[in-house]
């Protein structure tokens, strides 16, 4: 068994979660990647469902492609609605590039599948849903998102829109359509207009407590998934202070929820060659956190699920430690005026770890991981307090250049994956490492995934840079 889902041969794009009856349907864009350097050619959803986020079953193609003369040669991102009739409704983007163009882009357009089951949904051939031409343009018109709404008695779709007329690189808005049916659709103004984005892929709405909640993804300001909150539909939708579930690699995040607990489902992008050099591509495993609201405040945290933290099992012995530029002559400190770092065994590539540690003072802090006792070489995942940041960093950033300097110095950490740092004096990181996927933990209150691709084994524990660290607690799991 994995910890974290891709089918056999194929790759995890967006998913489309439902929950019923004690289990999760995790719909999700099945890519191939058939055709070298393309990504989602060929794709529908495919289903796997779960009732623990760690077994993982795959069930198989959920909704057919049309033909090459289909709008629906490709289906791409939507939703999931059962009627008062309990007849399962799943609007999807329907797309194919030699259909009619528009101002010289192909059309996007909604159509939708049909079922007494959620595990046998067939597309109905006479429901199309294309964008009006006159608010919104034709050709960004995807990942419809449909949900009742009891004060207007109807259904309200939202989409990843562009404003017709707005410019190329803030003219994104998520525009709202309404039906009393489920098949007649009256264009609306938007939902939300902020002017900022190209697009915004993904929208969702949900309401937890007082609060409702808007999640959407963009690629262009950052690539990333944000949430706004407010007290009503009408909004106004308030950005926080941290308005992201994880990092980068952490794509198209939309959630789900069983009446208690509400769980993100997103997808953590490969990287190109398989190395820790390539660029992010679009596809690649499943991962879930849960959501925890701050009832008093609105604000969202992303956190382990009890089952995930609960795979790996088997405590590991821990080996004596290794300090290097130590100064403090205490077995469970670290302290040194430069770069000082604890270090223990690491396991190779698929294990847990959690560190317990107490800051006493530094100017920088993290953990290091499958560094040498030199630490030259390896993963950090550097906290800065300062700038109140948390970032992973890798050495060496690329491969070497001609000349001694060509190391991309002036790249100080994978911006990609930077979040806000809580504030603490004591940390609690989890990571949790299988293969090539890597996801941590801080302090309950932050989630950080990326890819480790060139390092393993070696050694891991914790370091500073100009202060004193006192370690509680490692602990290894494999």
């Known amino acids: 068994m994995s910890l974290f889902y891709r089918p056999e041969n194929a790759w995890v794009g967006d998913l489309i979660p439902y929950y019923e009856d004690g289990t999760f349907y995790a719909y999700y864009l099945h890519d191939p990647r058939i055709i070298e350097g393309k990504y989602a050619e060929e794709t529908t959803w495919h289903l796997a469902t779960t009732k623990d986020f760690v077994q993982v079953d795959y069930q198989g193609e959920a909704i057919k492609r049309g033909t090459k003369e289909s709008y629906n040669l490709n289906n791409y991102t939507g939703s999931i609605i059962k009627d008062a009739q309990g007849k399962y409704h799943a609007f999807y983007t329907a797309f ?3 259909k009619p163009f528009v101002n010289g882009k192909s059309v996007q357009l909604v159509m939708k599948a049909v079922g007494e089951s959620l595990y046998e949904l067939e597309t109905d051939p006479n429901f199309l849903f294309p964008s009006d031409g006159k608010i919104y343009e034709e050709f960004d018109w995807r990942d419809p998102f449909v949900f009742w709404v009891e004060e207007e008695q109807c259904y309200f779709m939202l989409l990843a829109s562009r404003r017709q007329g707005a410019g190329d690189l803030r003219g994104g808005c998520i525009s709202l359509s309404k039906s009393k049916d489920l098949e007649t659709w ?5 939902f939300y207009d902020p002017k900022m984005y190209i697009t915004m892929e993904c929208p969702e709405v949900f309401k937890m407590g007082e609060y409702w909640y808007l999640v959407f993804s963009t690629f262009s300001d950052r690539f990333t998934t944000h949430y706004r909150y407010a007290k009503s539909l009408e909004g106004p939708w308030i950005i926080p202070a941290d308005d992201v579930f994880d990092t980068r690699a952490n794509y198209a995040i939309k959630t789900a929820s069983d009446g208690e607990r509400r769980i993100a489902f997103g997808w953590v992008a490969t990287k190109e060659g398989e190395t820790d050099f390539g660029p992010w591509d679009w596809g690649g495993t499943m991962i879930f956190h849960e959501l925890i609201q701050n009832p008093q405040t609105g604000e969202l945290k992303a956190v382990m699920i009890d089952s995930v933290g609960e795979f790996f099992e088997e405590k590991s012995e821990i080996s004596a430690p290794v300090f290097y530029n130590d100064h403090s002559n205490d077995k469970n400190k670290v302290a040194s ?18 560190v317990d540690f107490d800051v006493l003072k530094a ?15 390896g993963y950090f995942l550097r906290m800065l307090p300062e700038q109140q940041l948390i970032a992973w960093d890798l050495w060496p950033r690329a491969e070497k250049g001609e000349y001694q300097w060509q190391i991309k110095g ?21 990571v949790l490492r ?34 004193e660290v006192v370690l509680h607690e490692i602990e290894i799991k494999e």
Do not use: W
């Not at 801080?442 to 393993?456: F, G, K, P, Q, W």
């Open 434 to 467: 299988e293969r090539s996927m890597c996801v941590v933990y801080v302090n309950d209150e932050i989630a950080l995934s990326t890819r480790l691709y060139n390092h393993s084994g070696k050694k891991v524990g914790v370091y500073v840079v100009q202060g």
């Open 363 to 377: 100017k920088e802090f993290g953990i290091a991981l499958h560094v040498d006792e030199g630490m030259e070489t």
């Open 186 to 190: 009256e264009y609306c103004e938007p």
């Open 96 to 98: 194919n590039e030699n």
């Open 410 to 430: 002036d790249i100080p950490y994978q911006v990609e994956t930077s979040r806000l740092l809580p504030k603490a004096s004591r940390y609690r990181v989890r």
């Open 337 to 354: 005026d430069t770069l000082g770092a604890m270090l223990f065994d690491s396991p190779s590539d698929t294990f847990s770890v959690t």
